[in-house]
C-alpha cells in the first residue's frame, strides 16, 4: 500500500487546470486555518486577501496572501464578525469570493445571504442549508423526517429555563446542554444531577449568546462512553452528494477535540457504508452545497449503532486527515463547486490509503489546568518529514494573546498502517518546539502514548481518564526528554541556572552580585559557588547552587538543586535556540530563549519556564512558606488564573463567603473558568464584569469574619 502523491503545500493530489476559476478570493479567518486557505489559493493560481484585526496585524496569513485589510480592533464582534467590514474589503480588492474558514462566519446565514445580495460568492452552502443544520433543534427534527436516526432529548425552540428544567425528567440523567446554534463544544455541559441542572443552564446560555449571539439552548441524552465519528460529504450544485469516509474525533477535553484521526479503528467497511449514506441523505435533504461534516454519536457497546448528532456546515479543523487518506484537497473541492463546477470525483472513485492522525497544538498551560496560555514566540522550530504536515499560524516573534481561540497549530502524519503514522505523529510532536508561550505538547505525547490510544480503545472521556492517572505528562531526561532519567523540571532549572551564570559571566545578563543569594563562604583556592532561586510554572521554588570548575575536562560547572546530589553540567551554545547540556556524562541538545528573567527550556517537544527570583520575592516565597508550615491560613487574594474578562460575578462586596464558593467568571480564547472562595471571610471585589485582567491579576480578597479567631 502506498501514499497518495502529495502535490504541493496542503500534501494533496492536485487536480487539471481549471479552465475558469475566481481571479481573487478573500479569507475571513485568521489564524492557520486562514494561512491554509491562502496555501491552496496560491497552488490553483488565485490572488487572495486577508483580512486582520489590530491583534493580527504582524500574523502569519497577513504576511502570506498577497494583498491584506484592516477590519478593526481586536474585539471579534468590530472586526472578524463585522459583516459590513468583510464585505467593503472584498469591494475595495476586487475579490468575486469569500472563503469563511471556519468559525467566525462560517456558518452565518446572514452573512451567507449579504454576499449573495452583493454579488460575492460565498464559498460554502446555501442559506437554506446553514439556517436548519445550523440550528441543532432544527436540525435533529429535519434529519429525522428523512430517516436519519436521532438521540432522544428535548429540542423545542423558545423553551426558558424552566421550562427545560421541567422537561428533563423525561430525557433522564445524565443529560447533556447544548446551545442550539454554533458547535465547537463551546457552551455544552454534562449534567448528572437534577438540582445541577439550573446552574448549567445559566452557564450554558452566558457562553452561547457571547460566541454565537444565540442563547436558544437544547437537552440531550447523554450516552456514555460515546465515540464521536464523523463523515465528510462533499455534494456540488448538480445534485451530487459523496462522502470521503469517517474521521474518528472521540479524544476530547472539555467537548474539545484534541487529536482525530481517519478511518476510525472501530468500523468495518458495512458500518463505514451504512454511515457514510446516512450522511449523505442528511446533505441532500437540504440540498447541501460544498464540503460539510455529519457527525454521529456511536455507542461502545454497540459500534454498529449511530444516532445524528449535528451537521458542520463548514470545513472542519480536522480536514487534513481525510485530505491525506484520500488525496483530495478539501478546500480546492470547495472552491471549485462553489464557481459551478460538477465533483470530478465519484463515489466509487473514493479510496481510503493508510492511516492519519492529527494533533492539535493549544496555546493552554497544564500546570493551572489547561487554562489558556498567552505569551511571545521566542523561538519556534516545525517539523518535516515523510508523511508529516503541519498547519501553523505560528512565527518567530508572534504576540499570542487572549483574544481568539487558543488553537496554534496543527500536526498531522500519515502512515501505511495506524501504528506507523502514530509513530510518525510522535516523532514529528518530539521536533517541535514553542518556546514563550505555554503548549499542550507533552500532553500530546503522553497521550499517543497510552496504551487504550495505541489500541484504538477509544471514547470521549479517555482524554480526562488519562490525565487522572497522569501524575506527570512532562517526558523524563534519559527517557523521551534527555539526562538520566530526571524529570524535566529538574532538566530546565539546571539549564535555567546555568544560562543565567553565563549571561551574567558575558555581562549579558544580571550581574552574579545581584543574585538574590550572595556567594557562599570560600576558602582561598576552591572555585566559587553562585546561589540563586528559580520558580517554575506550578509554583515550585528551587533553590540552585552553580560552582564553576575549571578543572573539568568538559561539564564546566557543579550543580546542586535544593538538597540532591551534585551533578557535572555544562552547556555549549550553537546556533539560535540550540545548546548543547552535557548532565553527568549525557550529552544531548535543548532549546533555550529568555524573556528577561524567565528561562525557556524545550527538550523533546516538552517546554518549561523557569523564572529567577529576586530578594524580595525569595523572601516572601520563604515567609510564605513559614507561615504554611505553622498552620497558617489561605492567601487573602484571589488571582486571576489566566489573562481575559470578567463575564459574571456571583457575590458582592461585603458579602460573607465560604470555602468553595463561587465568586467570579473568567472568560479567555473562549473559555470560562470559575473562581472560588479559598477560605471564609468577607468578600471584596477588585473586578467587575467587562473587566480585562491579567494573569494573576488580584480580583478578589477575602478578609477573616471580624468575630472569628476571638473568645466572647
Known amino acids: 500500500m502506498t501514499t497518495p502523491s502529495p502535490v504541493g503545500p496542503t500534501g494533496t493530489r492536485a487536480a487539471a487546470a481549471p479552465a475558469r476559476l475566481f481571479s481573487t478570493v478573500l479569507v475571513a479567518n485568521r489564524g492557520e486555518i486562514a494561512c491554509r486557505v491562502i496555501r491552496t489559493l496560491r497552488a490553483l493560481g488565485i490572488r487572495s486577501v486577508a483580512v486582520y484585526s489590530d491583534a493580527d496585524r504582524d500574523a502569519r496569513h497577513v504576511a502570506?496572501?498577497?494583498?491584506?485589510?484592516?477590519?478593526?480592533?481586536?474585539?471579534?464582534?468590530?472586526?472578524?464578525?463585522?459583516?459590513?467590514?468583510?464585505?467593503?474589503?472584498?469591494?475595495?480588492?476586487?475579490?468575486?469570493?469569500?472563503?469563511?474558514?471556519?468559525?467566525?462566519?462560517?456558518?452565518?446565514?446572514?452573512?451567507?445571504?449579504?454576499?449573495?445580495?452583493?454579488?460575492?460568492?460565498?464559498?460554502?452552502?446555501?442559506?437554506?442549508?446553514?439556517?436548519?443544520?445550523?440550528?441543532?433543534?432544527?436540525?435533529?427534527?429535519?434529519?429525522?423526517?428523512?430517516?436519519?436516526?436521532?438521540?432522544?432529548?428535548?429540542?423545542?425552540?423558545?423553551?426558558?429555563?424552566?421550562?427545560?428544567?421541567?422537561?428533563?425528567?423525561?430525557?433522564?440523567?445524565?443529560?447533556?446542554?447544548?446551545p442550539s446554534a454554533g458547535g465547537g463544544g463551546k457552551g455544552m455541559e454534562v449534567v448528572e444531577r437534577a438540582e445541577d441542572l439550573p446552574e448549567a443552564l445559566r452557564t450554558a446560555r452566558r457562553v452561547a449568546a457571547a460566541a454565537f449571539g444565540d442563547d436558544t439552548l437544547l437537552l440531550e441524552r447523554y450516552v456514555r462512553e460515546p465515540r464521536h465519528i464523523e463523515v465528510q460529504v462533499l455534494a456540488d450544485t448538480h445534485g451530487t452528494v459523496i462522502h470521503l469516509g469517517e474521521r474518528e474525533c472521540s479524544l476530547q477535553r472539555r467537548h474539545q477535540k484534541v487529536v482525530e484521526e481517519a478511518p476510525s479503528p472501530l468500523l468495518d467497511e458495512e458500518t463505514r457504508q451504512r454511515m457514510g449514506a446516512v450522511a449523505c441523505a442528511a446533505a441532500a435533504s437540504v440540498g447541501y452545497v460544498g464540503a460539510g461534516t455529519v457527525e454521529m454519536i456511536v455507542p461502545a457497546d454497540d459500534p454498529t449503532a449511530f444516532f445524528f448528532l449535528e451537521m458542520n456546515t463548514r470545513l472542519q479543523v480536522e480536514h487534513p486527515v481525510t485530505e491525506m487518506v484520500t488525496g483530495l484537497d478539501l478546500v480546492e473541492q470547495q472552491l471549485r463547486v462553489a464557481a459551478g463546477e460538477r465533483l470530478a470525483v465519484r463515489q466509487e472513485d473514493v479510496r481510503l490509503v493508510g492511516h492519519a492522525i492529527e494533533a492539535r497544538l493549544y496555546a493552554e498551560d497544564r500546570s493551572r489546568g489547561f487554562l489558556p496560555g498567552t505569551g511571545r514566540v521566542l523561538a519556534l522550530e516545525e517539523p518535516v518529514g515523510d508523511g508529516v504536515r503541519v498547519d501553523s499560524a505560528l512565527l518567530p516573534g508572534l504576540t499570542v494573546s487572549a483574544d481568539y481561540d487558543p488553537m496554534l497549530a496543527k500536526v498531522i502524519a500519515w502512515g501505511a498502517d495506524r501504528d506507523q503514522a502514530l509513530h510518525r505523529l510522535d516523532a514529528a510532536l518530539s521536533r517541535t518546539t514553542v518556546l514563550g508561550v505555554p503548549t499542550n505538547i507533552a500532553f500530546?505525547?503522553?497521550?499517543?502514548?497510552?496504551?487504550?490510544?495505541?489500541?484504538?480503545?477509544?471514547?470521549?472521556?479517555?482524554?480526562?481518564?488519562?490525565?487522572?492517572?497522569?501524575?506527570?505528562?512532562?517526558?523524563?531526561?534519559?527517557?523521551?526528554?534527555?539526562?538520566?532519567?530526571?524529570?524535566?523540571?529538574?532538566?530546565a532549572v539546571v539549564v535555567a541556572a546555568l544560562e543565567h551564570d553565563r549571561r551574567a559571566g558575558t555581562g549579558e545578563?544580571?550581574?552574579?552580585?545581584?543574585?538574590?543569594?550572595?556567594?557562599?563562604?570560600?576558602?582561598?583556592?576552591?572555585?566559587?559557588?553562585?546561589?540563586?532561586?528559580?520558580?517554575?510554572?506550578?509554583?515550585?521554588?528551587?533553590?540552585?547552587?552553580?560552582?564553576?570548575?575549571?578543572?573539568?575536562?568538559?561539564?564546566?560547572?557543579?550543580?546542586?538543586?535544593?538538597?540532591?546530589?551534585?551533578?557535572?553540567?555544562?552547556?555549549?551554545?550553537?546556533?539560535?535556540?540550540?545548546?548543547?547540556?552535557?548532565?553527568?556524562?549525557?550529552?544531548?541538545?535543548?532549546?533555550?530563549?529568555?524573556?528577561?528573567?524567565?528561562?525557556?527550556?524545550?527538550?523533546?517537544?516538552?517546554?518549561?519556564?523557569?523564572?529567577?527570583?529576586?530578594?524580595?520575592?525569595?523572601?516572601?516565597?520563604?515567609?510564605?512558606?513559614?507561615?504554611?508550615?505553622?498552620?497558617?491560613?489561605?492567601?487573602?487574594?484571589?488571582?486571576?488564573?489566566?489573562?481575559?474578562?470578567?463575564?459574571?460575578?456571583?457575590?458582592?462586596?461585603?458579602?460573607?463567603?465560604?470555602?468553595?464558593?463561587?465568586?467570579?467568571?473568567?472568560?479567555?480564547?473562549?473559555?470560562?473558568?470559575?473562581?472560588?472562595?479559598?477560605?471564609?471571610?468577607?468578600?471584596?471585589?477588585?473586578?467587575?464584569?467587562?473587566?480585562?485582567?491579567?494573569?494573576?491579576q488580584v480580583v478578589a480578597t477575602i478578609a477573616a469574619h471580624p468575630h472569628e479567631g476571638t473568645q466572647g
Not at 103 to 109: D, I, P, R, V
Not at 147 to 166: F, K, N, W
Not at 468 to 475: F, I, K, S
Not at 560 to 571: E, F, I, N, W
Request: proline content about 6%; charged content about 25%.
Open 444 to 491: 500530546l505525547r503522553t497521550l499517543l502514548a497510552d496504551e487504550d490510544v495505541r489500541a484504538g480503545r477509544l471514547d470521549t472521556g479517555l482524554v480526562e481518564r488519562v490525565l487522572a492517572r497522569t501524575t506527570d505528562d512532562v517526558p523524563r531526561a534519559g527517557d523521551a526528554a534527555g539526562g538520566a532519567g530526571r524529570p524535566l523540571e529538574h532538566v
Open 64 to 178: 502570506l496572501a498577497d494583498e491584506a485589510v484592516r477590519l478593526g480592533p481586536a474585539d471579534a464582534r468590530r472586526s472578524y464578525l463585522d459583516v459590513d467590514a468583510v464585505l467593503a474589503a472584498a469591494r475595495a480588492t476586487g475579490a468575486e469570493a469569500i472563503h469563511p474558514g471556519y468559525g467566525f462566519l462560517a456558518e452565518n446565514a446572514a452573512f451567507a445571504r449579504a454576499c449573495a445580495q452583493s454579488g460575492v460568492v460565498f464559498v460554502g452552502p446555501g442559506v437554506r442549508a446553514l439556517e436548519v443544520m445550523g440550528d441543532k433543534i432544527r436540525s435533529k427534527r429535519h434529519v429525522a423526517q428523512a430517516g436519519v436516526p436521532v438521540l432522544p432529548g428535548v429540542s423545542e425552540p423558545g423553551l426558558d429555563d424552566d421550562a427545560l428544567v421541567a422537561a428533563a425528567a423525561d430525557v433522564g440523567f445524565p443529560l447533556l446542554v447544548k
Open 509 to 696: 545578563g544580571t550581574a552574579p552580585g545581584a543574585s538574590p543569594w550572595r556567594y557562599d563562604g570560600w576558602r582561598a583556592g576552591e572555585p566559587v559557588a553562585v546561589r540563586s532561586a528559580f520558580a517554575l510554572t506550578d509554583g515550585a521554588v528551587l533553590d540552585v547552587a552553580v560552582r564553576a570548575d575549571p578543572a573539568a575536562p568538559s561539564a564546566a560547572s557543579t550543580v546542586t538543586v535544593d538538597d540532591g546530589p551534585p551533578v557535572r553540567a555544562g552547556l555549549a551554545h550553537r546556533d539560535g535556540p540550540v545548546a548543547t547540556l552535557e548532565l553527568d556524562g549525557a550529552v544531548r541538545h535543548v532549546r533555550i530563549a529568555t524573556d528577561g528573567a524567565t528561562t525557556w527550556v524545550g527538550v523533546d517537544g516538552a517546554a518549561v519556564a523557569v523564572r529567577r527570583l529576586d530578594r524580595a520575592e525569595r523572601l516572601a516565597d520563604l515567609l510564605a512558606a513559614a507561615a504554611r508550615e505553622d498552620g497558617g491560613v489561605a492567601a487573602p487574594e484571589i488571582r486571576s488564573p489566566m489573562p481575559g474578562t470578567v463575564v459574571a460575578t456571583h457575590v458582592e462586596s461585603g458579602d460573607h463567603v465560604t470555602t468553595g464558593q463561587p465568586l467570579l467568571t473568567v472568560e479567555a480564547m473562549k473559555m470560562e473558568h470559575r473562581l472560588a472562595a479559598t477560605s471564609d471571610g468577607i468578600v471584596t471585589l477588585t473586578a467587575r464584569p467587562a473587566d480585562r485582567v491579567a494573569l494573576d
